[in-house]
């Protein structure tokens, strides 16, 4: 306001002030971020990039830019690089800073009507302070000075809340995390067959034939007639679906390929020699990535034994958070497979949720040398809180 104010007693204000403040470098001034933020937009306005598919025309270069133009982009471009600036500076910090490291993971449910509404409070907390690593563990008690060391009861290794959830091998041989992995596999079969009958009731289509509809700008959809989004099941109504559970182990169809793995979940067609591989990891948050590599190479050489019996065959690997937060391949995964877009948000709740429940179980258990294993937890129909 100073700088293009019409009075020149005021504007020579801002060039004073400029001229003081330009030398500063540990102190922050207004004025010198103004002329960085005022060169940057002007670069951007004569040489303005294209990400979309419109021509030169549209107002995207104007010749001349009103100062409120040039005054709204540049507090945009101010916000954005504050933000920026804030949080490759949370990033650094080893607790506060964790969740910005989930890579591909999607965030905890905390809206408002899940906060307020809410029946298990103690499950939203722990969650919260999950994400930032600071439940307290032995770990935790010993920085604290409450402990003299950090041993987890079960293996005496580092007792900090990654090792809790996903890293102890006593907690794996007992069978811990097993559980938590067949209670989310089962949260996933019931809609999944559920899924599956309904669609083998339809039509198969066409593999040529066209599924979507292209509307040009100005047109309508015709009436009576609805957009179906590909899928992998469309071309099928004869699908049929196996589920492996711990100590239920069945034998990997033997028509399709004859293996000793067991992917977690096998739905495939006869009529169309099609196959899909889903395979289920609940790692901790930091480690979605690695597992998902993990899975693809551990799994593509049995993709590529079907592929050579003459299937098709799809490897889809899926990632569940241990802190509750769901990996977007599983949103990728549910839509590949016909889940409308709310469905597959809606089972991804009930994923997120039944995964904390679990986790919390045995977070609550990391003291507790012999282990018995509980019910399996499936979120059914009703919204969990």
């Not at 104010?5 to 010198?32: G, Q, V």
């Not at 339809?202 to 179906?228: A, I």
């Not at 899928?231 to 000793?260: K, M, R």
């Amino acid at each position: 306001m100073l700088k293009y104010c019409p009075d020149k007693h005021l504007s020579s204000i801002y060039a004073m002030n400029l001229t003081k403040h330009e030398t500063f470098r540990t102190i922050w001034k207004p004025e010198p971020v103004l002329e960085k933020l005022e060169a940057q937009v002007d670069f951007e306005f004569k040489h303005r990039g294209q990400s979309d598919h419109l021509g030169l025309g549209h107002g995207r270069y104007p010749k001349e830019h009103s100062i409120t133009d040039r005054k709204n982009r540049i507090l945009e471009l101010a916000a954005e690089t504050i933000l920026e600036t804030t949080t490759v500076h949370d990033m650094d910090k080893a607790m506060q800073g964790c969740f910005l490291r989930f890579e591909d993971a999607c965030p905890f449910d905390l809206s408002w009507t899940r906060l307020i509404g809410t029946r298990n409070p103690r499950l939203i907390s722990w969650v919260i302070n999950a994400s930032t690593n600071s439940v307290i563990t032995p770990d935790l008690r010993r920085l604290w000075g409450i402990i003299p060391n950090n041993k987890c009861a079960l293996c005496s290794g580092h007792a900090h809340l990654c090792h809790i959830l996903s890293g102890c091998h006593v907690a794996l041989a007992q069978g811990r995390y097993t559980w938590r992995h067949d209670s989310v596999l089962c949260t996933i079969e019931a809609p999944l067959q559920k899924h599956i009958e309904s669609h083998n009731k339809r039509s198969p289509l066409d593999q040529n034939e066209s599924t979507s509809m292209f509307v040009k700008e100005g047109e309508q959809k015709p009436k009576g007639q609805s957009f179906h989004r590909p899928s992998l099941l469309d071309t099928a109504n004869d699908w049929q679906l196996q589920t492996q559970y711990t100590g239920s182990e069945q034998a990997f169809p033997v028509h399709i390929c004859v293996t000793d793995l067991r992917p977690d979940i096998v739905v495939w067609s006869l009529s169309t020699k099609k196959c899909i591989l889903i395979e289920l990891t609940c790692p901790v948050e930091e480690n979605i990535l690695d597992a998902r590599a993990y899975k693809t190479s551990r799994y593509n050489k049995l993709k590529s034994q079907i592929e050579d019996n003459g299937w098709t065959c799809h490897l889809r690997p899926i990632e569940c958070g241990a802190r509750g937060m769901v990996s977007f391949s599983v949103h990728r995964c549910f839509r590949a497979l016909g889940f409308s877009h709310p469905q597959s948000k809606s089972l991804c709740f009930k994923l997120s949720s039944c995964v904390a429940r679990c986790s919390f179980a045995i977070y609550r258990s990391c003291a507790v040398k012999n282990w018995t294993n509980l019910p399996l937890v499936r979120i059914g129909d009703c919204i969990p809180s």
